[in-house]
């Protein structure tokens, strides 16, 4: 399984996106330029790893590595085993970034009210607030 890694910079919002995933889960950044820091983050899927319990999470932020998904979180779009770099595109507003997973909105970063909005997460937590689903 190939490591995600996707960079943008958008001079009009003067905001830095990065998207980046490992074996285990996918999460996207907004980095402030201004301010040098992480502004949002976003859980985008899984890759395969569902975590038994939200307490395991704390093993991974521990060594530096961003969590993957606790089951109490998951549901039908959590996981994207197969994901590649190439199927994510970007779509930037003024007050929201959109993430797509093969065309389809699965991440919205709100730069307005700092939030991040997955359709890979089942309820409200440490991942984010669900997408708002149709």
């Not at 399984?1 to 996207?28: C, K, T, Y």
């Not at 994901?83 to 929201?96: N, P, Q, Y």
């Amino acid at each position: 399984m190939e490591p995600i890694f996707l960079s943008q910079f958008n001079s009009e919002l003067d905001r830095h996106l990065v998207i980046e995933g490992d074996e285990f889960a996918v999460w996207a950044y907004i980095l402030n330029s201004a301010e040098d820091n992480i502004e949002i983050d976003g859980f985008l899927c899984s890759r395969g790893l569902i975590l038994d319990a939200l307490k395991e999470v704390e093993t991974y932020i521990e060594k530096g590595m961003a969590p993957p998904l606790s089951k109490e979180y998951a549901n039908e779009f959590s996981i994207h085993a197969e994901l590649e770099t190439e199927d994510i595109t970007v779509a930037w507003e003024a007050d929201s970034v959109f993430i797509l997973i093969k065309g389809e909105e699965y991440l919205e970063l709100d730069l307005t009210e700092k939030k991040s909005y997955s359709k890979a997460i089942a309820m409200a937590g440490p991942y984010g607030e669900p997408y708002p689903v149709d």
